[in-house]
């Protein structure tokens, strides 16, 4: 597991520390899962597997056995991106359960009228 979890954070271009924060799992636990002293829970490994949207037995083993290889979840690779972009901004990540069939445009509209609302909420008006 530990070494899919590294791929799946190397590809995202993330670092354990963001993993950390996102998931509230400690560094001593993902330490303790490298050195192999002790095995991931199933509510750590559904944290984890949520974080990079992939599946539980896909983190387990790298392949997921419950979706066919050639489906993807978004069916237009740029809302795919735009949903990814979301994903990986934790204030809106809300939005990562979009309808799969919506515009990319639509995705991007959102994402830039939640980004205002999160400026004028700190006082960043432009």
């Not at 400690?26 to 899962?33: P, Q, R």
């Not at 204030?91 to 994402?111: K, M, W, Y």
Request: aromatic share 8%; hydrophobic share 35%; with cysteine.
């Amino acid at each position: 597991m530990y070494e899919i979890y590294c791929k799946l954070r190397d590809s995202k271009g993330v670092k354990d520390s963001d993993v950390v924060r996102a998931t509230g799992i400690t560094k001593s636990t993902f330490s303790d899962w490298k050195s192999g002293r002790s095995n991931p829970k199933n509510d750590k490994l559904q944290k984890i597997a949520d974080y990079f949207g992939v599946s539980v037995d896909y983190l387990m083993t790298g392949e997921d056995k419950s979706v066919l290889s050639d489906s993807k979840y978004y069916i237009n690779e740029e809302t795919a991106q735009m949903a990814d972009k979301i994903f990986h901004n934790k204030e809106l990540r809300l939005l990562f359960d979009a309808a799969r069939d919506a515009q990319p445009e639509d995705l991007e509209t959102v994402h830039h009228m939640l980004l205002a609302l999160k400026r004028k909420e700190r006082g960043d008006i432009d």
